[in-house]
């Protein structure tokens, strides 16, 4: 199929860009990777500013003891949706089905992805199951919290079936898109594009998709079984009908701790291209960057018993997963240490980019070694379902994952439409989102330490302070988030000329125009250096 | 090293400070490691940045084998280390040496209810209204000696709840359909407050219980009340209502007891009933007409029931006697089946004095 692209050229823009065409239609039934992947970006910015709103109201809420608006059952509504919101229309999907379809084509020297109809049918599926998500708020929104745990999910009947059936059209989705970024990475890369001159973000999407691809089977059939569970009362996992309620988080996590890496790993990917164009250095131990992530993809299989060390497993199998939990540790610090190195006699310019790899270098750290206290058997029986959890999972979550989509977005934002954004005003956006982060989620920490427990709609008077200032900060945040999208979209409407290469940027993507043409490159292009080949001789 | 102490919740059992130990240790490995790390990083960010008009790209610097092998064999080491040490804290945690006192505790939406061999019987309820919780709210669910290790037996009545006390680093889930075990030895007397710790539902945050460990002299007095004198007179009580009586000198402290038992003997069958109801049905049943759990009492005797499956039945003794025993022979209309059977819990003149309060409610 590369044979198709040559083109003769013609001029400076002879070809167009993949935005010319206009319509609704030339959007629903687009078969452009870059266009697909917009539209799940759209998608997500949707749902990530309602389940952000989620937060916020229960945040308020949760500022002093006592009632203040919201009954317990409203409450628990909020931090479900903002939970399962969050986790499965934006964090899963946003970098690999979003940046990732832009992107991996063009990075690997590829006109599409493999299967471009089933890309097609990925992001209708994601719709469908987003759809799916808001109309099955009319039957009652459910309470469950986004991990379903049985039996109090067993007998909430037809709202659970349509969260389920919602979750497992999503898992579809991503399924797919796993699947055809697997083959497209196997099969498409341009001559010259040998697996050692891959930027490091294909690899982390290749790993991604292993993941997505191995593990949300386990969760679409775990979520059937559940929906059935509650439509005809089949006891999978409702120990009153003989099903065993244990089983069920067994069934959750295996998909569920993996997809913790879905979300992690492509952020992952974003650090290590973004460090290395804007220190302007060769990133430090490719190898050893890329092999991480395929360790953490296989190793974060089999470390789903670390979420259930007080549910009732045997010692035996508390010591194991341990064991094996503090094994996924040692792959997530190496790539720490080699991102700091990539910096080292670089060139660093402090751009939007920039600040926010520099952000979640700092907040990813703390994420990363506040798991060491949950992965020890000793400390994490006292701190098991804390605000320490709930602290650590969104530095990891929320400080590295959104940290990763906005230095993406700032990073790639001239190349998607060809316009550079506001500098002055993104950095604003920056400050405020990571001091509204350190602000939100620090005190939550302390709190956890004390035993203040999580999903908690009222706490004992002593806890005050710290809800206090973690609440302040999420109006940080809010301001922070709000500004940045501000600066995004004013950037698309009326944003300066971005030219091809604005960063000087190696990899593929930056060789093409901005924004790119509907096939990618106007000639079929042959690599001859690494994406990375900063300052080396007789080169670049 | 002290500051981080204090964020931690007071030491009063045997393996806390194992446990705190490790998390020390944790905090200080992780804090060298923060500082190394984001201390290069910082050092680099302003020894490396680019100046003003510098077009050229940093070094050409790919990889180094030997650092990368080094730094990825050290943190190795160090976590593998925090692993053993952890292993320890929890074997400590997991088994206790020899047990002084096992208790059966059923958690239920929403509230404990602890079960003593000899047959004490403590129950803790739901707090439904909008003010903020106080430490009056927290109802005593345990007392156990102080200085002796204490298991509880866990389960649940309907879904998971984790029973969880900070300041003993206890904590674990109970599990519908099965038990699971935990144990703590208290290290001195006092009042520790215990949480769910497993989201159950809407009133999860409300179902504020407390452990109370005792002196030894006061534990022994604490087995001396027999069962029934305190599960119909005293269990309800507020904790320090009870630690005075515990407290009382040998003489006024028997004295207490017999004219209790008496006075229990003495009383009408429906004050009797209205006591077992506090005890065992009011966090399901009202008795001011409005709609709980289950059905409300008032006005139940001698009216007609619509039941779940289209039937009628009138209200009468033995309608309620069926009812409290094996309440799953006749649900009411618009109810779950979730209350639990009495059936060989309660002895037939408690069940008789229950029947007797609830003709009184009209």
């Known amino acids: ?540 | 090293m002290l500051l981080l102490f204090s964020f931690l919740p007071e030491r009063a059992s045997k393996y806390a400070l194992d446990v705190d130990t490790v998390f020390l240790v944790i905090f200080w490995l992780s804090f060298i490691a923060f500082v190394l790390v984001v201390g290069a990083m910082l050092a680099f960010m302003f020894k490396y940045r680019a100046r003003k008009g510098d077009e050229e790209p940093g070094e050409y610097i790919t990889h180094n084998n030997l650092i990368e092998i080094t730094w990825t064999v050290v943190p190795a080491i160090g976590i593998f280390a925090i692993f053993f040490l952890s292993l320890n804290a929890y074997k400590k945690i997991k088994w206790p040496e020899e047990v002084a006192l096992r208790v059966n505790v059923t958690a239920r939406q929403w509230g404990w209810q602890a079960e003593y061999p000899d047959g004490k019987k403590l129950i803790t309820g739901t707090l439904k209204e909008e003010k903020a919780i106080t430490p009056e709210d927290f109802q005593p669910l345990l007392y156990v000696p102080a200085g002796e290790p204490v298991e509880v037996i866990l389960t649940s009545q309907d879904v998971i709840h984790s029973f969880y006390v900070p300041d003993f680093r206890a904590k674990y889930d109970a599990v519908p359909g099965r038990y699971t075990k935990l144990w703590f030895q208290a290290t001195k007397p006092g009042k520790y407050p215990l949480y769910c710790a497993e989201y159950c539902g809407d009133w999860h945050s409300r179902m504020p219980a407390l452990v109370v460990a005792l002196k030894p002299k006061e534990w022994e007095r604490f087995q001396k009340i027999d069962a029934s004198t305190f599960n119909n007179s005293l269990a309800s009580m507020p904790v320090d209502s009870l630690l005075a009586i515990l407290r009382l000198p040998d003489e006024e402290f028997s004295k207490f007891v017999g004219e209790q038992k008496k006075a229990m003997a003495a009383l009408p069958l429906h004050k009797r009933g209205e006591m077992i109801y506090q005890r065992l049905c009011a966090s399901c049943h009202t008795t001011d007409g409005s709609k709980s759990i289950g059905p409300t009492f008032k006005g139940l005797y001698g009216k007609t029931e619509n039941l779940a499956d289209g039937s009628t039945v009138k209200v009468d003794e033995n309608y309620l006697r069926e009812s409290i025993l094996d309440p799953n022979a006749k649900i009411v209309a618009g109810f779950q089946a979730v209350m639990p059977p009495f059936q060989g819990q309660l002895s037939e003149e408690e069940i008789q004095a229950l029947i007797e309060f609830i003709k009184t409610l009209k």
């Not at chain 1, 079984?225 to 009908?241: K, S, T």
């Not at chain 1, 029986?381 to 979550?397: E, G, K, R, S």
């Open chain 1, 1 to 540: 199929m590369i044979e198709a692209v040559k083109v003769e050229r013609e001029g400076a823009r002879p070809h167009g860009t993949y935005l010319d065409k206009r319509g609704l239609k030339s959007w629903l039934f687009t078969l452009d990777h870059k266009r697909i992947g917009l539209m799940y970006m759209a998608i997500s910015i949707l749902f990530f500013l309602v389940g952000g709103l989620f937060a916020l109201i229960f945040r308020t809420e949760l500022m002093f003891p006592g009632k203040q608006f919201l009954s317990p059952y409203a409450h628990n509504v909020l931090f479900t949706l903002h939970g399962a919101i969050l986790i499965f229309m934006v964090i899963i999907p946003f970098i690999p089905a979003g940046f990732g379809n832009f992107f991996l084509p063009i990075m690997i020297g590829a006109r599409d992805v493999a299967f471009p109809r089933l890309n097609l049918m990925s992001v209708w599926l994601f719709a469908i199951g987003g759809l799916l998500l808001l109309f099955s708020l009319l039957f009652g929104p459910i309470d469950t919290g986004w991990t379903f745990y049985t039996p109090y999910s067993a007998n909430k009947g037809l709202n659970v079936f349509i969260v389920s059936l919602s979750v497992f059209i999503l898992g579809m989705s991503s399924i797919l898109t796993g699947l055809n970024f697997i083959v497209t990475v196997h099969k498409l890369r341009a001559p010259g594009m040998t697996w050692g001159r891959l930027p490091l973000f294909v690899w982390a999407l290749y790993a991604t998709s292993i993941v997505q691809v191995i593990a949300t089977p386990v969760l679409g059939i775990t979520l059937l079984l559940l929906g059935l569970e509650n439509l005809f009362n089949i006891g999978f996992f409702d120990p009153r009908l003989g099903g065993d309620p244990v089983l069920f988080q067994h069934l959750f996590w295996f998909y569920s701790h993996p997809a913790v890496y879905l979300m992690i790993l492509p952020a992952f990917g974003v650090v290590s291209d973004v460090i290395s164009v804007h220190s302007r250095k060769h990133i430090f131990g490719y190898w050893f960057i890329a092999a991480s992530s395929i360790a953490i993809a296989f190793i974060g299989f089999i470390v789903w018993g670390h979420h259930m060390f007080t549910a009732g497993m045997s010692p035996t199998a508390d010591i194991l997963f341990s064991f094996l939990t503090y094994f996924v540790a040692v792959p997530t610090a190496v790539k720490i240490f080699n991102w700091v190195a990539t910096m080292y006699k670089g060139k660093i310019r402090f751009t939007a980019p920039m600040l926010y790899i520099i952000a979640f270098l700092i907040i990813f750290l703390v994420g990363g070694l506040t798991g060491l206290f949950l992965a020890s058997l000793g400390t994490d029986i006292h701190l098991h379902d804390t605000y320490f959890v709930v602290a650590h999972f969104h530095y990891t979550m929320v400080g590295a994952a959104i940290f990763a989509i906005f230095a993406a977005a700032f990073h790639w934002l001239p190349k998607m439409f060809g316009r550079m954004y506001d500098e002055r005003l993104a950095k604003i956006g920056w400050f405020f989102n990571f001091t509204g982060f350190m602000l939100t989620f620090a005190p939550q920490f302390i709190l956890g330490m004390y035993g203040m427990p999580r999903r908690y709609w009222d706490y004992p008077a002593e806890f005050q302070p710290l809800h206090f200032v973690s609440t302040l900060g999420s109006y940080m945040i809010a301001i922070g988030v709000l500004l940045s999208l501000y600066v995004i979209f004013k950037a698309i409407k009326s944003g300066e000329k971005a030219p091809d290469n604005p960063w000087g940027g190696l990899s593929l993507e930056w060789q093409v125009p901005s924004p790119p043409p509907t096939e990618n490159f106007v000639e079929e292009p042959v690599v001859q250096h690494g994406p990375y080949d900063f300052g080396k001789k007789g080169g670049h």
